[in-house]
C-alpha cells in the first residue's frame, strides 16, 4: 500500500518503473501492478528522471520555475499514489 | 493511466493525450500478435480466417527476435492470438522468452491446453493474463457461434484457471444478436471465477463479414449495451471497441474515442505480415513485414500506411453530423469490409447513417480478406466446422491457397 506522498521527504522513480521516451515525454510503465502513465510534457520526465537526486520533492521543485511548481507538484503526487515513483530508501519524513 | 494491454485510459485528462495519440507513439501499446492461422475450431465469426496453419508461419527463432525487438523498443506486453495460438509446439517456450524479456503476454485461447497442471503453471508465472473466449452464456449460444463443445472447453479451462488460484484472468465475449440478452449472465459467469469480463464489439472482419448481417446487434441491442456499460464500465473491460455508440447518451464510455489503428495500435499476423489493426487484414491496411531488413521497428516508425493514418483526420461526410465529436466516424476496418467510404458513417452508426449507406451500397463487390485459412471442409475432431466450402474459392475468390 502507499503512503501518503510527502513533498518534504526524498522520492525517486520506482525500480520497477520503466520509462519510454514519447514525443509529448514519456510513458511510464509499472512492472509490478501493470499500469501506465503518461507524461505529458518533456521536463516532468526530466524531473522524474532526476527525482532522487534531491534530498526532497521541494529541493526538485525548486529547480523549475516558480509558475510550473504546483502543476507537477500535483503530477507527481499523482504518480506517487501510482506507485510509479516511492520515497528514497533511508529518507526520513521529519523536516 | 491504464491497466494493461488494450484497455481504456481513465483519466480525466484524456483529451490533450488523444492529440497527442494521433500522431503516433515511439512503439505501441496495444499490440496483437497472431502466433498463428490454426485453430481447433471454425468460429463462424473469426475475424483472422483462421483454421489451417500457414507452412510461412514464423519460426521459432523469428519469432525471438520479434520478442528481442518489441524488448529494445520497450513494448511492455503484447496481446497474443491467432488462431488458437497454443497449438503452436513452441507456445510455452515462446511464452516464457517473452516473460523472461519484460514482455508481457495476454494471451487468447478457446481453452484448448488449459488442464488442471497447466493453469496451476500459469498461476505461478508473473507478467502472463490469460483470455478465455466465449460467445455464448450458455452452450446453445455459445457453440452456435463457437462450434459444439466449445463451451464445455472453455468453461474446464476457467474452472481449472479458478481453482489454480489464477485471479481476475478475462472472459471475453464477442457481442452478438443472441448473447446481448445474456450480458448479466457473462456477468455472473465472470463474478463465479473471481474473473474478469471483457465484451467487445463484432467486426465483419475474415468470416465475421460473412454473418456480420445476422449477427450484428440490432439498433436496441446498442442501446442496451451502451446503457449497460454506463452502468457496469468499471468493472467491465471493452478494449475501448464501443466508441461508436458514445453518441448514444450524454456519458461517453471510458476510453480514447480514437480509432488507434497505426497509431497505438498494429496487428503482426503469423507469417509476420504488419497491419494497422487486428481487425484489418487485408492489403490495403499491409505496412509491412517483420521480415523485412529493418524489422518491426522499421515498419512501425516509416511505413508510408501508419504515416498517413497518423496525419489524416477522417471527415467527409461525418463532419457536419453533431455527433462526430462523440463517435469520430466510428471503426474504419467495419466500413471497409462493409463497402462504406473510410471518410464516411460506421455501419452501426446510432443516427443511422450507416444503414442508410449500406442499403445503397449493395452487396457485391464487397473487399474480402487477401488471407483465407479457413478449413476446406469440416474435419472430424468433435469440432465439427459450421463453415464448408468445398474448395477455396467457392467462397472467395481471393482465397488463398497452400
Not at chain 2, 280 to 308: C, M, Q
Request: aromatic share 8%; proline share 7%; with cysteine.
Amino acid at each position: 500500500m502507499t503512503a501518503p506522498f510527502e513533498p518534504g521527504r526524498g522520492y525517486q522513480l520506482n525500480p520497477d518503473v520503466a520509462l519510454r521516451p514519447e514525443p509529448f515525454g514519456a510513458l511510464a510503465y509499472h512492472f509490478g501492478t501493470r499500469r501506465l502513465s503518461f507524461l505529458k510534457a518533456p521536463d516532468l520526465v526530466e524531473l522524474v528522471r532526476g527525482l532522487g537526486a534531491h534530498r526532497s520533492v521541494s529541493d526538485a521543485l525548486a529547480t523549475l520555475p516558480g509558475g510550473r511548481r504546483e502543476v507537477y507538484l500535483r503530477a507527481l503526487a499523482a504518480l506517487a499514489a501510482a506507485d510509479m515513483i516511492v520515497p528514497q530508501p533511508g529518507s526520513s519524513d521529519a523536516p | 493511466m491504464m491497466t494493461a494491454s488494450c484497455e481504456p485510459v481513465r483519466s480525466e485528462r484524456v483529451p490533450a493525450l488523444v492529440e497527442q495519440f494521433k500522431g503516433g507513439l515511439a512503439a505501441p501499446i496495444c499490440l496483437t500478435w497472431e502466433w498463428t492461422y490454426a485453430c481447433n475450431l471454425s468460429c463462424t465469426h473469426c475475424l483472422s480466417s483462421s483454421g489451417r496453419r500457414d507452412p510461412a508461419e514464423l519460426t521459432t527463432a523469428e519469432m525471438r527476435s520479434v520478442i528481442d525487438e518489441l524488448r529494445a523498443m520497450q513494448v511492455f506486453y503484447v496481446n497474443v492470438g491467432g488462431g488458437e495460438p497454443t497449438v503452436r509446439p513452441d507456445f510455452w517456450e515462446l511464452l516464457d522468452y517473452a516473460v523472461a524479456s519484460q514482455v508481457g503476454v495476454k494471451f487468447s485461447t478457446n481453452g484448448l491446453r488449459l488442464d488442471a497442471e497447466r493453469a496451476q503453471r500459469l498461476a505461478a508465472t508473473d507478467y502472463v493474463d490469460v483470455q478465455v473466449s466465449l460467445d455464448g452464456a450458455s452452450r446453445e449460444v455459445n457453440d452456435a457461434v463457437r462450434g459444439h463443445g466449445s463451451y464445455d472447453m472453455a468453461l474446464r479451462a476457467m474452472e481449472n484457471l479458478a481453482e489454480a488460484g489464477f485471479r481476475d484472468f478475462k472472459i471475453s465475449v464477442v457481442m452478438t444478436r443472441h448473447n446481448v440478452p445474456q450480458l448479466d449472465e457473462f456477468a455472473a459467469i465472470a463474478g463465479r471465477f473471481g474473473a474478469q469480463l471483457r465484451i467487445t464489439r463484432l467486426r465483419p472482419s475474415g468470416r465475421g463479414a460473412d454473418v456480420w448481417n445476422e449477427l450484428h446487434p440490432t439498433d436496441q441491442q446498442q442501446r442496451e449495451i451502451y446503457s449497460w456499460l454506463v452502468d457496469h464500465g468499471d468493472r467491465v473491460l471493452t478494449g475501448d471497441s464501443f466508441f461508436h455508440l458514445n453518441a448514444l447518451g450524454a456519458t461517453p464510455l471510458p476510453g480514447l474515442n480514437l480509432c488507434g489503428a497505426g497509431r497505438v495500435v498494429c496487428l503482426i499476423d503469423p507469417i509476420g505480415d504488419v497491419y494497422a489493426c487486428p481487425f484489418a487484414i487485408h492489403d490495403a491496411f499491409k505496412a509491412g513485414t517483420v521480415r523485412s531488413p529493418g524489422g518491426f521497428a522499421e515498419v512501425w516508425r516509416s511505413a508510408p500506411l501508419f504515416a498517413e493514418l497518423r496525419t489524416g483526420t477522417s471527415s467527409g461526410a461525418c463532419r457536419s453530423c453533431s455527433a462526430f465529436s462523440s463517435c469520430q466516424g466510428g471503426c474504419m476496418a467495419a466500413k471497409f469490409f462493409t463497402g462504406l467510404p473510410l471518410d464516411g458513417p460506421d455501419p452501426e452508426c446510432v443516427k443511422g447513417h450507416g444503414a442508410s449507406a449500406l442499403s445503397d451500397s449493395g452487396r457485391s463487390g464487397l473487399p474480402r480478406p487477401d488471407k483465407d485459412h479457413s478449413r476446406r471442409r469440416a474435419v472430424s475432431m468433435g469440432m465439427p466446422s459450421v463453415r464448408v466450402p468445398a474448395k477455396p474459392c467457392d467462397s472467395s475468390p481471393l482465397a488463398v491457397t497452400e
